[in-house]
């Protein structure tokens, strides 16, 4: 008997970060360093930080394209 070595063990619950929902440990999906609810909701977050990262990527390079443009017409 080890009852007071017992520890309750208590379930890490996070959300998906696609669909916000619970995960539960059997039902989760591990792709990353992250957990989703399925492939589909990491899919969807994947996507989205690649379009995002395109788009910082873009919008530095457009500033940097105006910001050393020469000026003409002066
Ligand atoms: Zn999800």
Redesign the pocket.
Same mark, same amino acid.
């Given at each position: 008997m080890a009852e007071a070595t017992e520890v309750p063990v208590v379930e890490e619950v996070k959300n %998906?970060?696609? %669909?916000?929902?619970p995960?539960k440990k059997a039902r989760r999906f591990y792709r990353n360093g992250a957990y989703? %609810?399925?492939n589909?909701?990491f899919k969807?977050v994947n996507a989205e930080a690649k379009a995002a990262a395109a788009e910082a990527k873009a919008a530095a390079a457009g500033s940097a394209d105006t910001a050393e443009k020469p000026v003409e017409g002066q």
């Open positions: %998906c970060p696609a %669909c916000k929902k995960l989703y %609810c399925n589909n909701c969807k």
